[in-house]
C-alpha cells in the first residue's frame, strides 16, 4: 500500500492494520473454495459473474477511497467489502439452465471442486511467488518498483481472464473434443490479437507516462517491458485451463497446478543472481514454461477423451 501511495507513513501500518489484512488473506481462501467449487460443479455462469463483482467492486471503491483518505484500513475494508458481495452471490445465486446437482454424485463433486482448486492455487503460487522471493532478497524500495512494473504488465491479463471465462463458460463436457479445440483456438487467436495491442499500447504508455506522472518509478519501466512477452504468452495458459476444466478431468488440473508451484522455485536462483531484473526475467521464463506444460496437458486430455 505504501508503494503505491507514497504520502503513507509506515507507522499507519497498526497491529489492528496487519491483522485485518491477515484475516482479509483468510477471506480470501474461503471465497476461492466457494467459487472453485462453483466452477467445479459446472455453474459457469455464477463463477463467471463471482468473479467479475469481485474484480469491478475493489477498484471501484478502493481506489478512490486509497487516493482521498490515504488510509490502508479503509482501502482493505474495501477490499472486504468486494470478497464479501462476490462470495455471497456466489452462495446464494440459484442456477437457471444449468445441470441439477441432484445428477452429479457427492464424490464427483469432491474430485472435480478440489480439482479445480489445485489448478487455481498452483497458478496463484505462480503469479505471486516473485513479490514474496523479492521481499526476502531485496530491499523494500526495488520491491516497490517491481509491485508497480507487474500490475500494469498485468493489465494484459483483464483480457485474457474474460476470455478464459468465455471458453469455461462455452465448452461442457458432452462436446466433443474437436469443438473444444476449435473454441480453444480461436480464443488464443484472439487474445494474441488483441492482448498484443494491449502489450503494444502498454509498453508506449508506460514509456511515456510513467516519468510524467509517476518520475519516483522510471525504473519499473524496462521491469515492464521485459515481463510483458511472457504475461501475453501466459493468456493462452489461463484459457487452456479453463478449457481442461469443462471436460471433467480430475488429474489435468492437479498436474498443472503441481507443476505451476514446482516453476514458482525458479524465482530465486534468478533474484539471488539479478535482483528485480531477474524477477522480471524470471516471471517472463515460467509464465512461458507453465503455458508449455498447460499446452502438453491439454494435448493429453484431448486424445484420451
Not at 509506515?10 to 462453483?38: C, E, M, P
Not at 481506489?63 to 446464494?92: K, Q
Not at 524496462?222 to 476444466?245: C, E, M, Y
Not at 498443472?256 to 531477474?278: D, K, M
Request: glycine share 8%; aromatic share 10%; charged share 10%.
Amino acid at each position: 500500500m505504501s508503494v503505491a501511495f507514497p504520502t503513507l507513513k509506515a507507522g499507519l501500518f497498526t497491529r489492528s492494520t496487519v491483522l485485518l489484512i491477515a484475516l482479509g488473506g483468510a477471506f480470501v481462501l474461503f471465497n476461492l473454495v466457494v467459487l472453485r467449487t462453483r466452477q467445479g460443479l459446472g455453474h459457469s455462469r455464477i463463477f463467471r459473474d463471482s468473479w467479475f463483482l469481485q474484480s469491478i467492486t475493489f477498484p471501484v471503491l478502493g481506489i478512490p477511497v486509497a487516493l482521498l483518505t490515504d488510509s490502508p484500513t479503509l482501502v482493505a475494508v474495501c477490499w472486504y467489502l468486494a470478497l464479501t458481495l462476490s462470495t455471497l452471490y456466489a452462495m446464494t445465486k440459484k442456477m437457471h439452465h444449468e445441470r441439477a446437482v441432484s445428477q452429479i454424485s457427492s464424490r464427483r463433486i469432491v474430485a472435480t471442486s478440489l480439482a479445480a482448486h489445485a489448478g487455481s492455487v498452483g497458478q496463484q503460487i505462480l503469479f505471486r511467488g516473485d513479490v514474496v522471493v523479492l521481499g526476502f532478497l531485496v530491499s523494500a524500495s526495488s520491491v516497490g518498483i517491481y509491485s508497480i512494473a507487474m500490475p500494469i504488465a498485468g493489465l494484459i491479463w483483464v483480457f485474457s481472464e474474460a476470455l478464459s471465462l468465455l471458453a469455461f463458460d462455452t465448452g461442457t463436457r458432452r462436446e466433443s473434443s474437436l469443438d473444444r479445440q476449435r473454441n480453444r483456438r480461436n480464443l488464443v487467436a484472439t487474445n494474441f490479437k488483441y492482448g498484443g495491442l494491449g502489450a503494444v499500447l502498454i509498453a508506449a504508455g508506460s514509456w511515456f507516462l510513467i516519468p510524467v506522472f509517476l518520475p519516483q518509478y522510471v525504473d519499473a519501466i524496462p521491469l515492464i517491458l521485459i515481463l510483458l512477452p511472457g504475461v501475453l504468452i501466459q493468456g493462452w495458459a489461463r484459457i487452456g485451463l479453463s478449457s481442461i476444466l469443462t471436460t471433467g478431468s480430475v488429474g489435468a488440473p492437479i498436474t498443472i497446478g503441481a507443476l505451476s508451484a514446482l516453476l514458482s522455485t525458479l524465482y530465486i536462483p534468478f533474484v539471488v543472481l539479478w535482483g528485480v531484473i531477474g524477477a522480471a526475467a524470471a516471471s517472463t521464463l515460467i509464465y512461458v514454461l507453465q503455458t508449455l506444460v498447460v499446452a502438453a496437458v491439454t494435448r493429453y486430455v484431448s486424445k484420451h477423451l
